[in-house]
T-cell receptor, first 113, second 113 residues
Framework: AQSVTQLDSQVPVFEEAPVELRCNYSSSVSVYLFWYVQYPNQGLQLLLK??????LVKGINGFEAEFNKSQTSFHLRKPSVHISDTAEYFCAVSPFGNEKLTFGTGTRLTIIP | NAGVTQTPKFQVLKTGQSMTLQCAQDMNHEYMSWYRQDPGMGLRLIHY???????DQGEVPNGYNVSRSTTEDFPLRLLSAAPSQTSVYFC????????????FGQGTRLTVV
């Protein structure tokens, strides 16, 4: 079984400041890693994913994430946030060869003007 | 291309009533799933299907039924609604290839009184 931990339920950040949203996972098998974003009153959409290869992956809207196998982490970063980044961010994993996603509890990112 | 369409968007039920949440996708995805989203708990998998005629239980299946008679449709049935089923429900679909992007509907906000 897999589990995903997002320790920060809420993160307030000033506009144009950098942000890091933390994600740690636990799994007895190899996994794929994902970050999804949910804007207010909408469904989730994919930000980025790590399948294999380079541990630094770039996604949409200037976000990037780094896979660290030894620390079982997949933290999401953005060097300069905008008001439009206000949303809830979910980290998720799925085992190799399986489509089932296990989600973390989410981090609500609030941008302060 | 409509993607994943969920209906209705909002619903209020009385305890004991039954209803069906509809989900349809037009991307010819084999894999479809239902999640519920509750504050502080992220998304939890209710049921999933890997193709027409094949369904299986997820993490929180009690009180819900599903069927998959066609590739496109994956309805979720609440048999006898309870206040504990008050939640936001999301349907998602994807290809069966591991690590593929999941596409989500806009959600159904259900209140059971």
């Amino acid at each position: 079984a897999q589990s995903v931990t997002q320790l920060d339920s809420q993160v307030p950040v000033f506009e144009e400041a950098p942000v890091e949203l933390r994600c740690n996972y636990s799994s007895s098998v190899s996994v794929y890693l994902f970050w999804y974003v949910q804007y207010p009153n909408q469904g989730l959409q994919l930000l980025l994913k790590y399948l294999s290869g380079s541990t630094l992956v770039k996604g949409i809207n200037g976000f990037e994430a780094e896979f660290n196998k030894s620390q079982t982490s997949f933290h999401l970063r953005k060097p300069s946030v905008h008001i439009s980044d206000t949303a809830e961010y979910f980290c998720a994993v799925s085992p190799f060869g399986n489509e089932k996603l296990t989600f973390g509890t989410g981090t609500r990112l609030t941008i302060i003007p | 291309n409509a993607g994943v369409t969920q209906t209705p968007k909002f619903q209020v039920l009385k305890t004991g009533q039954s209803m069906t949440l509809q989900c349809a996708q037009d991307m010819n995805h084999e894999y479809m799933s239902w999640y519920r989203q509750d504050p502080g708990m992220g998304l939890r998998l209710i049921h999933y299907s890997v193709g027409a005629g094949i369904t299986d239980q997820g993490e929180v299946p009690n009180g819900y039924n599903v069927s998959r008679s066609t590739t496109e449709d994956f309805p979720l049935r609440l048999l006898s609604a309870a206040p504990s089923q008050t939640s936001v429900y999301f349907c998602a679909s994807s290809y069966r290839t591991g690590g593929t992007e999941a596409f989500f509907g806009q959600g159904t906000r259900l209140t059971v009184v």
